[in-house]
């Protein structure tokens, strides 16, 4: 087994992949096809919009939240993502159709998964990103006792319950 190494682990996704594939075939109905016209104006600002945050929040990491460039480029996808909010309500067959955020389902897992996706950044950024959480998404914490922590967890400074939660 040591010849193979860890990487074989991932091996298991094939079974679990050709296992739901078979499911889906056997229970899920074809979707109707319909043409849709493009939208690039749509396309392109959802594009640089989520490259501009996602180089942002990696910037952020690197270099930290008060920097040039990852002030640079949290600004510019904000403005972009304004931008796209903007022209999606204006075009006939909009890239996401808007009334999808009326259903309040679909808002709640969208908001979960932000929040979600965001603790996990918190947890590898561990500066700027605990103080912006607590104030802007302090209700979102699913692990309590760390909330306001902004200490490594292997830090000598740590407490003992923060080292054994790793």
Known sequence: M???????????NVPVGLAAARVLARHADETTRRLRPLDLPGQL???FSL????????S????GWTAGV??????????????????ERTVRRPLIDPDVFRDKAFTTLAGIGFVFNFRLYRR???????????AVVP??????????????PHSPLASNT????Q
């Open 2 to 12: 040591a010849s193979v190494g860890w990487r074989a682990i991932f091996l298991v």
């Open 45 to 47: 600002l959802a594009m």
């Open 51 to 58: 490259a501009a945050l996602t180089r942002g929040f990696i």
């Open 60 to 63: 952020a990491g690197a270099h």
């Open 70 to 87: 990852t002030l640079a480029l949290g600004i510019s996808g904000v403005v972009g993502s304004a931008a796209f909010v903007l022209v």
């Open 124 to 134: 590898s950024a561990r500066t700027m990103a605990v103080k912006l959480e607590c």
């Open 139 to 152: 209700v979102s914490d699913l692990d309590g006792a760390r909330r306001y922590e902004v200490v490594e």
């Open 162 to 165: 923060t080292r054994r939660s």
